[in-house]
C-alpha cells in the first residue's frame, strides 16, 4: 500500500507561518502589495494597525517597510519577485539600506515559475541586484520545509533578508545549515547546488565522481565550506542556480582567491530573452537546467579539464 504525502506550497507555508506570528508578536508588521492579500483578511480585520495592504504600489510598499522598521516594526513584505525586488529597487536602496533599517522580502514566483502570466512576472535578476547593495541574507529554499525556520529566524532577527520562495521544490528536506551541506563526496570537483535546482543536479550527477554541496542560504556566501570541499576534491567547481547564470561567479572568486581553479556557471541564461511561454519545464530545458542538458554541461566542463592537464 502507497502512503501519499500531503505536500503544502511554500506560499501556504510563509501565509501560515506570518500569521501566527501576528498573533504572537506585537512588533510584526505585514506589508503587501494585493499579491496574496486576501490570505491575510483575518489578520488584517484583527491588527489593521500591522497588517497594510497598498494596492499595487510596490515602492510606496518598501517606503511603508522602512518608515515601520524606524518605528521599532519588523516589517515582512510580499508580492511577486519583481514587484519586490525590481520594480521598488530605488526604495530597497535608500528607504532601507541609506537608512540601514530591517526588513523581511518575501517574493513568490522565482525566476519563471508563474510562465503564463509572461516576464512580467519572471525575476531571474533579482539575486544579482540585490548583491549591489550590502547587508542582505537570502534564503533560497528548495524545500517547504525549509520555509518555515528560515522565516521565523528572520523574523526574530533585525537585518535585511530576502526569502525567495518558489514553486519548484525537491523531494527531501535538506536539515538547514548557514553554509553548503555535504550531500555526496568525490574526487573530480564540486557541484554547488542551490535551492530548487537540487533534483535536477542529484539526477545529472548520480553516476558521477563529484562533490555536491546543497545550499538554501546563498548569502552570505560560505567561503569556507566551498573552499574546504574543493581541497579535499578537486579544483573544478559547476554553480548551479536558479537565477541568472553567473550570479555567485564573484563568491567563486573570492572563496577561491589563491587556489587555480576553473568554474562553470549555470542558470538562467544571459544571452537572450526568452519570449515563449510553454511551462517551467520547458524552461528549465531551455535554459539547461533540466538533469539531461545538466548531465551533459558537467560531464563536458570535467573532461575538459582532464583534456587540459
Known amino acids: 500500500m502507497t502512503t501519499q504525502v500531503t505536500r503544502k506550497l511554500m506560499r501556504l507555508v510563509f501565509v501560515e507561518t506570518v500569521v ?32 497594510v495592504n497598498v494596492g499595487i504600489r510596490e515602492q510606496a510598499m518598501i517606503g511603508i517597510a522602512g518608515g515601520l ?11 511577486y519577485a519583481p514587484f519586490l525586488v525590481e520594480r521598488p529597487f530605488e526604495q530597497i536602496k535608500i528607504s532601507l539600506g541609506h537608512q540601514d533599517v530591517g526588513a523581511v522580502l518575501v517574493g513568490i514566483g522565482s525566476s519563471y515559475d508563474d510562465i503564463p502570466r509572461g516576464r512580467t512576472h519572471q525575476a531571474p535578476g533579482d539575486v544579482a541586484l540585490l548583491d ?6 537570502v534564503h533560497v529554499p528548495g524545500h517547504e520545509d525549509e520555509v518555515e525556520p528560515l522565516l521565523r529566524k528572520a523574523i526574530a532577527g533585525d537585518g535585511r533578508v530576502y ?11 535538506i536539515p538547514l545549515s548557514d553554509g553548503f551541506t555535504v550531500l555526496r563526496q568525490g574526487g573530480a570537483g564540486v557541484v554547488v547546488a542551490v535551492g530548487p535546482v537540487l533534483a535536477a ?6 553516476t558521477m565522481d563529484v562533490t555536491v554541496l546543497y545550499a538554501s542560504t546563498v548569502r552570505p556566501f560560505d567561503h569556507a565550506g566551498l573552499r574546504s570541499a574543493v581541497v579535499a576534491s578537486a579544483p573544478n567547481v559547476v554553480m548551479v542556480e536558479p537565477y541568472l547564470r553567473g550570479t555567485s561567479a564573484h563568491e567563486v572568486a573570492e ?12 542558470g538562467v541564461r544571459r544571452d537572450q530573452e526568452v519570449r ?19 548531465a551533459e554541461s558537467i560531464t563536458g566542463f570535467l573532461e575538459d579539464g582532464e583534456a587540459s592537464r
Open 132 to 137: 549591489t547593495v550590502p547587508g542582505w541574507t
Open 255 to 266: 572563496a577561491l582567491g589563491d587556489v587555480p581553479h576553473r568554474l562553470r556557471s549555470l
Open 20 to 51: 501566527e506570528s501576528l498573533s504572537t508578536n506585537s512588533k510584526l508588521a505585514l506589508v503587501t502589495a494585493d499579491i496574496s492579500s486576501p490570505f491575510f483578511n483575518e489578520a488584517r480585520a484583527r491588527y489593521p494597525e500591522r497588517v
Open 201 to 206: 543536479v542529484l539526477a545529472a550527477t548520480s
Open 69 to 79: 522598521s524606524l518605528a521599532g516594526y519588523r516589517p515582512v513584505v510580499h508580492t
Open 276 to 294: 515563449a511561454y510553454g511551462s517551467a519545464a520547458d524552461h528549465d530545458r531551455l535554459h539547461g537546467l533540466d538533469a539531461a542538458s545538466l
Open 163 to 173: 526569502l525567495r520562495l518558489s514553486d519548484k521544490v525537491h523531494s527531501e528536506a
